[in-house]
């Protein structure tokens, strides 16, 4: 009896404690960062193990292609840091520079100092240095969005200030990407206008036709293209190209094969080959699930969902319209492409391109996410209970300092 009888006092307390934690004025920053500090972690790791078959196959050591992502992965890291700082208004003076930025970046691609790689024209060479445009617009497109919102707050209601010139301007960096083939990153900017609209309370009589115009380009587009009409066939009939198909079942059978606790770290078969030249890129997910088991896939699944939370309850504690947009905006992109290529790996999806953020091999990639990541952080220390408890926590230092001031003083009169 006396055990039943404690039973139910325990599970209050547990819960409050849970409660007072998630409430705490930076648990957002927190869990942001040690998520992404997971994610960023772990891909480290398993690009080393999965690229290190395809470097040798190509001259290289088997540490070429981890190298190149820490060397991103420290620049990244400096450059979230640097714009963790900045507080809502100089992230709001950078809004058009970033979409200007973006704009004329996108169309040199479309120059000739544009690369094409996998038919898709979407690197722009800059001497030794490839970059991806592609990806920075991502994060040019939610400050923007963010700033003109924010600026506009007041006049949104009205249909004409809600469109001017949000989506236009919007639509010119979705025509730019497109323009070099890239559907992929298309579709994941196209899914970041269509939750930025939402975000700001579009009614669905605007949303809904906007999305099936969206949804009828996208159809022109894959019927256009012999490339992309085969991927369709091969996510509806693996066996009517067992050539092309053998990527995404290999990617299927790692899975497959990993079991719950995975075969081992560097021990996965399906790099040997079977996921081409994706182990360590758009497949990833792939070789973690095939190395690592269950156990890495719900780890990966988990430290994204712990990003989802944290991001849209930043989003919720913001009280300026800039804040929300931006903390949703990011969460919202990052979210939506992580499930992409989970989907993709998991043949729920057509093979689309997508990197799983974070974790797969490339620069341009993991420097966007990880300075999405800054503006994340910067709007999270921007709240008003965060910024109340930083001002607490100032004071509460100040007065230590004086204290110990005073008394090594009086001691030292003695």
Do not use: C
């Not at 139910?8 to 849970?18: D, E, G, L, M, W």
């Not at 009205?158 to 298309?186: C, K, N, Q, Y």
């Not at 391109?353 to 910067?378: D, E, I, Q």
């Amino acid at each position: 009896m006396a055990i039943h009888a404690a039973s139910p006092a325990r599970t209050p307390t547990t819960r409050n404690q849970i409660r007072a934690l998630l409430d705490a004025p930076l648990a957002p920053f927190y869990f942001v960062v040690a998520s992404v500090g997971f994610l960023v972690g772990l891909g480290t790791l398993m690009v080393l193990s999965s690229s290190s078959v395809i470097a040798q196959s190509w001259g290289h050591s088997p540490y070429y292609f981890a190298l190149r992502q820490l060397a991103f992965l420290v620049i990244g890291v400096i450059g979230a840091y640097v714009l963790g700082r900045f507080n809502l208004a100089a992230l709001m003076r950078l809004g058009w520079l970033v979409w200007a930025l973006a704009t004329v970046l996108l169309i040199l691609v479309l120059s000739p100092l544009g690369v094409r790689v996998a038919g898709n024209q979407n690197w722009l060479a800059i001497g030794p240095v490839q970059i991806q445009p592609s990806e920075f617009a991502k994060l040019a497109l939610v400050v923007f969005a963010a700033t003109v919102l924010h600026r506009k707050r007041r006049l949104l209601h009205e249909p004409f200030h809600l469109v001017w010139p949000f989506v236009p301007l919007s639509v010119i960096l979705l025509f730019l990407v497109l323009a070099g083939r890239d559907l992929g990153t298309g579709i994941i900017m196209g899914a970041i206008f269509a939750l930025l609209l939402w975000f700001v309370g579009t009614p669905l009589r605007y949303l809904l036709p906007i999305g099936a115009a969206a949804a009828g380009v996208v159809a022109l587009l894959v019927y256009g293209s012999d490339n992309r009409m085969s991927r369709i066939s091969i996510f509806l009939d693996p066996s009517s190209n067992t050539d092309l198909s053998s990527q995404p079942m290999s990617a299927l059978y790692a899975l497959a094969s990993g079991g719950w606790w995975g075969l081992g770290l560097g021990a996965s078969r399906q790099k040997w080959g079977g996921l081409k030249t994706g182990a360590h890129t758009d497949y990833i997910f792939a070789v973690i699930g095939e190395e690592l088991g269950l156990f890495g896939v719900l780890a990966v699944i988990a430290a994204f969902a712990l990003l989802a939370y944290a991001g849209f309850e930043i989003a919720r504690r913001s009280d300026t319209l800039f804040g929300r947009v931006a903390a949703a905006g990011i969460t919202g992109w990052l979210i939506v492409q992580a499930l992409i290529n989970i989907f993709v790996v998991m043949h729920l999806l057509p093979v689309l391109g997508v990197p799983l953020p974070f974790v797969s091999y490339g620069g341009s990639a993991l420097l966007a996410n990880l300075l999405a990541v800054g503006v994340l952080l910067a709007v999270a220390k921007q709240t008003p209970e965060a910024q109340r408890y930083l001002r607490s926590k100032k004071r509460k230092n100040s007065q230590r300092r004086r204290m110990t001031s005073v008394m090594a003083a009086t001691k030292g009169d003695q």
